[in-house]
């Protein structure tokens, strides 16, 4: 099975795991995403462990290992992207399955379970037009300050969402435009998502423009920036006014 074929299946193996915990009633809250983290990181890592021996891992739910620093390939995976909208029981979660090569996001598959679908870095679609006012999707509880001034300086529509996978796949999807995040992520949140819209023929990099690095000793990952390239000057310099730049 290649890496792709292999990613999107765990995805979608991980994501039907889940389903069936939230499906049976039998837990609420925040036990439920607790136990969705638990079930989709087990499954996950004894898979890829098994699948792909030598390899290095990281995966938000499991001790991380120094040894993956010393591999040219590190699959990086988030059991549950979105936790607490999987527990709430709303559709804004995913599971990202993804592989770094000498650091570049180079393989990828989220999956978008309760919606159905599994996106991926080898089966790519066209990504819908731009509509004539742009649609930048930010968190729903905590939108970025950067990602608001640029909403501003561009009048862009604001698309509250969910998890950071879901997110990003809206720009793929055609539901939004452009995907601002500055603080609190990681590795995990954007390596699989970041393979899948580069794949899709879409910008990602960081908030300055240059590109996102994964399989580093320190896994904070601060800014992240995803849209059509027709976008990407109009982004920058709406940033660097906001910053006083």
Same mark, same amino acid.
């Given at each position: 099975?290649?890496?792709?074929?292999?990613?999107?299946?765990?995805a979608?193996?991980?994501?039907?795991?889940?389903?069936?915990?939230?499906?049976?009633?039998?837990?609420?809250?925040?036990?439920?995403?607790?136990?969705?983290?638990?079930?989709?990181?087990?499954?996950?890592?004894?898979?890829?462990?098994?699948?792909?021996?030598?390899?290095?891992?990281?995966?938000?739910?499991?001790?991380d290992?120094?040894?993956?620093?010393?591999?040219?390939?590190?699959?990086?995976?988030?059991?549950v992207?979105?936790?607490?909208?999987?527990?709430?029981? /709303? &559709?804004?979660? !995913?599971v990202?399955?993804? #592989?770094?090569?000498?650091? @570049? *996001?180079?393989?990828? =598959?989220? +999956?978008?379970?309760?919606?159905?679908?599994?996106?991926?870095?080898?089966?790519?679609?066209?990504?819908?037009p731009?509509?004539?006012?742009?649609?930048?999707?930010?968190?729903?509880?905590?939108?970025? /300050? &950067?990602?608001? !001034?640029?909403?501003?300086? #561009?009048?862009?529509?604001? @698309? *509250?969402?969910?998890s =950071?996978? +879901?997110?990003?796949?809206?720009?793929?999807?055609?539901?939004s435009?452009?995907?601002l995040?500055?603080?609190?992520?990681?590795?995990?949140?954007?390596?699989?998502?970041?393979?899948?819209?580069?794949?899709?023929?879409?910008?990602?990099?960081?908030?300055?423009?240059?590109?996102?690095?994964?399989?580093?000793?320190?896994?904070?990952?601060?800014?992240?920036?995803?849209?059509?390239?027709?976008?990407?000057?109009p982004?920058?310099?709406?940033l660097?006014?906001?910053?006083?730049?």
């Amino acid at each position: 099975m290649s890496d792709a074929a292999l990613a999107a299946h765990l995805a979608a193996e991980a994501g039907r795991l889940l389903l069936t915990v939230r499906d049976s009633d039998m837990l609420e809250g925040k036990p439920l995403g607790e136990a969705g983290d638990a079930i989709a990181n087990r499954f996950l890592v004894a898979a890829l462990r098994a699948q792909r021996p030598e390899d290095g891992l990281l995966s938000e739910e499991e001790k991380d290992c120094p040894i993956r620093l010393d591999r040219r390939r590190v699959w990086i995976v988030d059991p549950v992207d979105g936790t607490r909208e999987y527990a709430e029981r /709303r &559709e804004d979660w !995913a599971v990202h399955v993804g #592989l770094a090569i000498d650091g @570049v *996001p180079t393989i990828g =598959a989220v +999956a978008l379970p309760a919606a159905g679908l599994v996106l991926r870095s080898d089966r790519t679609m066209p990504v819908p037009p731009a509509p004539p006012r742009l649609r930048l999707v930010v968190s729903r509880s905590r939108p970025a /300050r &950067e990602a608001m !001034a640029v909403a501003e300086a #561009l009048d862009a529509e604001l @698309v *509250p969402m969910g998890s =950071a996978g +879901a997110k990003a796949m809206s720009v793929i999807l055609g539901q939004s435009d452009i995907y601002l995040h500055s603080g609190g992520q990681y590795e995990w949140d954007s390596c699989a998502p970041a393979a899948v819209a580069l794949a899709h023929g879409l910008h990602v990099s960081q908030l300055d423009g240059s590109p996102l690095v994964y399989n580093r000793h320190d896994t904070y990952m601060p800014d992240l920036m995803i849209c059509r390239h027709a976008h990407v000057a109009p982004v920058l310099e709406a940033l660097a006014r906001a910053q006083g730049r």
